[in-house]
């Protein structure tokens, strides 16, 4: 009678312990999430990768602890805070973008690191898709393949196009290229600019003076926090621009041409699943996200004075009245 009195006493002190104890109790997997921006900036990464853990099963705080950590927008806090969460023993890295997976790869070679990145094999990232070896995996956007595309829209809303300006993060070249080869090949005069927290007002400043027709930004992940000011920028100095991340045409902007990065996302958790329940990062192929999706919003249109033509609307994926 004693012991059974003794066992109910003791299931009711570990019910009464905080949250963080009784995920401690139970050694619950942690997982560590990188950002370059602040809180509530991911727009996609975040809500995406959440969005997918919950639909197998996993509910933060419940059965699985998720350590975030945000670099207010200054890339060269990623590294530090990828050493903090390796200091709490997380489970798993969670990295966002080229320039935070290869940190993290530099930071250890023993803890499973799930990314999202534009071309990961050119960025040193894995050795190939199918095989990355090492220990990460992830999710490819491939950007490159599509991003000399967004001259071509711009182009088609704009021809008499001439100059054009980008938006650019010089820790992450690789995108530029193609979107300057699609430049030399429609005759645009192309013009580049860092898009960085920190140097952002001085490249607005100088396209501004530049008397640009159109801007356009690299799918970098320091860029996605300073999409509403980019937009009104672009609003502000009547440019017709395309955006690489979809939920900018939700904010204004006026079109966009990319991947379901929050789709995306939600396939990436199918990795942290997977690693968690034992498989190895290096055995794991590279997914390639294979829908690109072309976005319009007409309403930012008609404050521009722009008339879209009507067969660019007809192949849009959304368009927004």
Do not use: C
């Not at 006493?9 to 995920?23: K, Q, Y």
């Not at 490249?203 to 799918?219: E, K, R």
């Not at 990795?271 to 072309?294: F, M, S, W």
Request: glycine content about 10%; charged content about 20%.
């Amino acid at each position: 009678m004693r012991r059974r009195h003794f066992i109910i006493g003791l299931g009711g002190a570990l019910i009464s312990l905080p949250p963080r104890a009784r995920a401690e109790q139970t050694a619950l997997p942690r997982v560590g999430y990188v950002w370059v921006g602040a809180r509530g900036t991911d727009v996609t990464s975040g809500p995406g990768l959440r969005s997918g853990l919950a639909d197998l099963g996993y509910e933060i705080g419940r059965n699985i602890i998720f350590e975030e950590r945000y670099a207010q927008g200054d890339s060269a806090r990623v590294p530090a805070l990828i050493s903090e969460l390796l200091a709490q023993k997380v489970d798993m890295l969670v990295t966002v973008g080229s320039f935070a997976t290869l940190a993290a790869r530099r930071a250890t070679s023993a803890v499973p690191i799930v990314f999202a990145s534009s071309d990961p094999v050119k960025a040193g990232i894995v050795a190939s898709l199918n095989r990355p070896g090492g220990n990460a995996t992830g999710v490819s956007i491939l950007s490159g393949d599509y991003s000399a595309k967004w001259l071509e829209l711009m182009k088609e809303a704009l021809p008499r196009l001439k100059r054009v300006a980008v938006l650019w993060n010089p820790e992450n070249p690789l995108e530029l290229e193609q979107v300057k080869a699609a430049a030399q090949a429609f005759g645009i005069d192309l013009s580049v600019f860092v898009g960085s927290s920190g140097e952002i007002d001085q490249s607005f400043t100088s396209i501004a003076n530049g008397a640009f027709d159109g801007l356009t930004m690299t799918t970098d992940p320091s860029l996605e926090p300073a999409i509403p000011r980019i937009i009104s920028f672009a609003a502000e100095r009547r440019l017709v621009a395309v955006y690489p991340f979809g939920s900018a045409v939700e904010q204004g902007g006026l079109m966009s041409y990319s991947v379901d990065l929050v789709g995306m996302w939600r396939q990436a958790a199918s990795y942290v699943d997977r690693i968690l329940k034992g498989a190895k990062p290096a055995e794991l192929p590279v997914e390639q996200a294979t829908r690109v999706e072309l976005k319009i919003n007409l309403k930012t249109a008609r404050v521009l004075g722009i008339v879209m033509p009507p067969s660019l609307i007809a192949r849009a994926d959304e368009v927004i009245e």
